[in-house]
DNA sequence: ACCGACGGGACCGCCCGTTGTT
DNA sequence: AACAACGGGCGGTCCCGTCGGT
């Protein structure tokens, strides 16, 4: 049987994770001094190490919380959809009409990190990578399903559309948070959409 | 004869700004450390001091420059491009065949600024905006000579495309970093061309 | 029990104050190069800057410790004198006998200040205002008190009095320091005792 | 027969050390840092020390320039004075009058150097101690000609009133740049012209 | 378990004096 | 003779991680 119960230290270290992936997401997973995530953790420098190896432990723990945290929000878009077509146009809405909520206030995690730790951070880096593969590996598993339920057309390269849907959702979101206005990941939602009704949605009396 | 000469202090002053281009835009316009860029610009520095104020002038120097050698690049490709689709369709293929080289070692200096200064360096945010909206006025003004030169279909929205292909590039840019190889730049490619070929070109016969 | 307990970094901050105070005294509060102080005070740079946000922080709180060190040996050379003329004669004695103690190792640390921080530093030379208006004040009021009191004559400008004093003994202390002996000192302190008992004080017999 | 004729190194040179006296007195002779002196001067870094072999140099140059120029106004103030104790009032009017010329700016040099100097550099010191040496026998001279002429009373101690009589006007001069105005400077030539009328100055009548 | 305090180190910017250039 | 350019070094500040105390 799986304990949801939780000592004190284990909620002291959650409410770290939770208050540094926020924090980490805005100034940089390596770039947020620790005085600044100490701050916002509402603990002391002795204490946190009590919980966390090095920066670079909490910094990964941080990173992964993030990315979880965007990952629950597009399952929660994804709830009703069984059309593999509705589900990627509602991920399209998820990302237009929630990107400026926690954590994205710092734009996408993985995004961020990738670029950030390019250089500097090889183990970041990975997690990234990680992460993004994850992202794309679902997208694919999406696509691939709707072409095996007759949904989508039956010729269609479903990584090519994982890597497009991936590549101008991050772009999107990149121009939201550099211009601070949704207008970008309109476009690109406006521009997805119609490529999935034209060329991903298998049409009503059409032959698979 | 119009002298083209350029005093030592010129040309040290180019060669910091070209040297710290291409090194900043890998490990970060913020986050490389001076004594990095020095030795890389061959100067010590106290030499440096003398051609910046300061290492946000120098970061603003190195991001303009980076960003002109990317513009530039792109700019050849258009060479003897007379069609408007043409003319996107070459873009596409100068990010496809040349993302590799310097100084794009790092990736897409607008892209990168604009996450990395996002939190930390307001200037440089700026910086990254204005870059990034004439990056977005360029092509919005080609898909717009298309439409005039009756090559692009008529209702065809500039700004909404113009903002699509920037953020599949720079989402392909970044993941093309990210994994260090360039299919996913390939899948943006071939979406977008194909997008070009059936909805933005003009069809032979066809009545703009 | 009243506990007269202080903390660990009460105990240090105390410390590096005390010993700030002497050697920036004598080398310059602005001049004091951090590295001689951290040394002084016995603590790293790192364990400093956690009791001081910077250098002028520290200057600051320094001074003000000198400052109050040296009034403290005023004060105690009035104990027991209750006729004004006394007391003014008092404080020349203080100065001609102890000039070469701490803190005075230095000189005055008002007078130093008002010329070092003369141009470098618009706060600190406010410090320095403020206490020698304080000296000054303090003067004053023992000749205010005196006249009150039928020990000084009544047409006495207190004011100018006060000036006289302070103006003669900072020079004098100057010109000790610069010479390192104390005759200047002396010439003062009789020049300013006869004053005293020749314009200032009220003689038996006289009427006020 | 001495020439006037001045080379025109020579006159750069004096350029220099005039404009580095007005600007070192009043931020140090050696705070000032040397950006701010060539500045001043009108001349670049190499070109300086073309003229002065070291920093010290010119800081020993520019100080002595400035107190030769506050000896020049003060033996102007002289002129016409065939009394002593006229002298003495003309020095103490001289004071009151000009504190605020150039190179007064900054304060007595003498002082300024003494204090700025104490510690960091002793030739420096040295030199403000030969230069108040040179002030100091000036007035003593000048006591004891009084006295000899049967101007001054006959047993005023020389020595004595030339060392209150510049430790007050240190002193005020001090105060009057600390305050930025004069009132101490008047209470202190108030004080002293009553000196001389009652202690010094030989009464018309009375036996020398 | 948590906090305050401290050591060590890296980093930026300044500043002096010299060297090549004109 | 003067200038621009550069090298080397220092000074102040920040920041991470640990250690003693509570």
Redesign the interface.
Known sequence: MKSTATSKGQRTRERIVERSAALMN???F??APMAAVVQAAGIQKGGLYRHFESREALAGAAFDFAVAQVRERLLQALQGQTNACDQLKALLQAYDGGAAEVPLA??CPI??T???A???DPAL?SR??EA?SQWHDWLRRIVRAGIKAGQIRAGT?A??VA??F???????V??T???GDT??LQ??R??LE??IE??LRVQPGEST
Chains 1, 2, 3, 4 share one sequence.
């Open positions: 805005h100034q940089g390596l770039a710092g734009g995004m961020n990738a670029i950030e390019d250089y500097a880096r990234a990578r993004m390269d990584q090519q890597s497009v991936i590549a101008a959702i991050e772009g999107a990149m121009l948070h550099l211009y207008s970008h476009a690109v406006q521009h119609g490529f034209r060329e």
